[in-house]
Nanobody
Framework: QVQLVESGGGLVQAGASLRLSCAASGRTFSSYFMGWFRQAPGKEREYVASIKWSSGSTYYADSVKGRFTISKDNAKNTVSLQMNSLKPEDTAVYYC????????????WGQGTQVTVSS
């Protein structure tokens, strides 16, 4: 049974940093993309960043490029999202997700962790 468990959210001031972690278990993720998504109140869920587990290739939404960094730790089976220069508009519930490289949609999701950035 695949489990994705996020941690690291919290309340910070604008300009601060946070690091989110996603502990992945239940299968081998070598053929998967691991992604971070977020959903702000009243808005649709949006893509933030992703990483291809096998190669480490990374991808980012324009809104976070240059501020957020996604990474993985093979030994710990975790994916992290380092968030710097946080803005109030980054406030959202952040979700970790996984999809097979051949799949069109993310099939596994974590429960989410709240990030609140005050101005």
């Amino acid at each position: 049974q695949v489990q994705l468990v996020e941690s690291g959210g919290g309340l910070v001031q604008a300009g601060a940093s946070l690091r989110l972690s996603c502990a992945a278990s239940g299968r081998t993720f070598s053929s998967y993309f691991m992604g971070w998504f977020r959903q702000a109140p009243g808005k649709e869920r949006e893509y933030v960043a992703s990483i291809k587990w096998s190669s480490g290739s990374t991808y980012y939404a324009d809104s976070v490029k240059g501020r957020f960094t996604i990474s993985k730790d093979n030994a710990k089976n975790t994916v992290s999202l380092q968030m710097n220069s946080l803005k109030p508009e980054d406030t959202a519930v952040y979700y970790c997700a996984a999809r097979n490289i051949l799949a069109n949609e993310y099939e596994y999701w974590g429960q989410g962790t709240q990030v609140t950035v005050s101005s």
